[in-house]
């Protein structure tokens, strides 16, 4: 009995693992290269600005690099008409400002969330409450990038739905029923360093493989810097493109639109720290003295650190 049920979770073990490589494998002959932009910056643009800005400033930059203009510049002007495309749709635009492509968040946090680590059936420890079917509705509607209604299995199955929420809702730092949902993202946050380990590993694989000709496509550069990014990101509970002064505290999305104006500039703590004091004050001025000093002493533990 006992050699059976050895047997039995070293069987599961290769089943898990072997399906966890086929999901990374699917996912990175999907992916297709592309070199990442800003179009904020590509029209040269506040990332604050309304629509009728974009609109107007796109009309300026066309009068100068509009392929017809003596001063026409065709390449430029392609990149310009997609930044413009890209801005001037709502969900493109809230895509390009929380995640850096019009796309949303990649597929290996859909491939983590897909673990069968996280399935009750192959996993006895994780928690499936009655709870769940009113909480977990709900949060997905605090969540618009989920993706939740994909047929395609195993990210269509119940359990890979509420992972994918619990890490989304980890990433967007929103509050969870602390004695419910909240214990289930602390639950699957502590099995997430060995499994992207794992991803880690299959990748490795794969690209090994793939050199041999084993398999008939190599792991794109996009899918590998994806799955590395997932540890750091899941330590900051920070989506990957959202600004590093998130992470100081008290620090929010209104403070860090002040600090993204073309007059200030500041996109990292180094800039923030070089500011004269009364223009960084100024510019934390919804922070209590208090709080202000918070983010001072955040700082220097930083520089303090090897």
């Avoid at 949303?104 to 069968?116: D, K, N, R």
């Avoid at 993706?147 to 195993?154: G, L, Q, S």
């Avoid at 084993?214 to 810097?225: G, I, K, S, W």
Wanted: net charge neutral; aromatic share 8%; proline share 5%.
């Amino acid at each position: 009995m006992i050699l059976f049920f050895f047997l039995f979770r070293k069987f599961s073990f290769i089943v898990a693992w072997f399906l966890l490589v086929l999901m990374i494998y699917k996912i990175s002959t999907l992916e297709r290269d592309y070199v990442e932009y800003d179009p904020f910056e590509v029209l040269q643009i506040d990332r604050g600005a309304t629509t009728a800005e974009i609109k107007k400033q796109y009309r300026k930059l066309s009068l100068v690099y509009h392929p017809d203009k003596e001063t026409g510049d065709e390449k430029r002007f392609m990149k310009i008409a997609k930044a413009y495309a890209a801005l001037t749709d709502d969900e493109s635009r809230k895509n390009w400002e929380e995640f850096g492509n019009p796309d949303g968040p990649g597929g290996a946090l859909m491939i983590l969330a897909a673990s069968m680590e996280f399935d009750k059936g192959h996993n006895p420890e994780v928690q499936e409450r009655e709870s769940d079917n009113v909480e977990i509705p709900m949060l997905i509607k605090d969540l618009p990038l989920l993706a939740e209604k994909n047929k395609e299995r195993p990210f269509c199955h119940p359990y890979s739905v509420k992972t994918r929420a619990l890490l989304h809702s980890h990433l967007s730092r929103l509050q969870l029923p602390r004695n419910t949902l909240d214990q289930d993202r602390i639950y699957v946050l502590s099995k997430c360093p060995g499994l992207v380990n794992e991803m880690v590993s299959c990748v490795s694989q794969l690209v090994a493989l793939a050199r041999m000709g084993r398999v008939a496509h190599t792991p794109t550069l996009d899918t590998v810097e994806n799955v590395m990014k997932l540890s750091p990101m899941l330590v900051q509970s920070l989506w990957e493109n959202k600004s590093p002064l998130l992470q100081l505290p008290h620090f929010n999305d209104d403070i860090l639109r002040h600090c993204l104006t073309k007059k200030r500039n500041v996109r990292t703590v180094r800039d923030l720290i070089a500011m004269k004091e009364d223009d960084r004050r100024s510019l934390l001025r919804t922070l209590s003295d208090e709080q202000y000093i918070d983010v001072l002493n955040c700082w220097m533990m930083k520089t303090l650190l090897p």
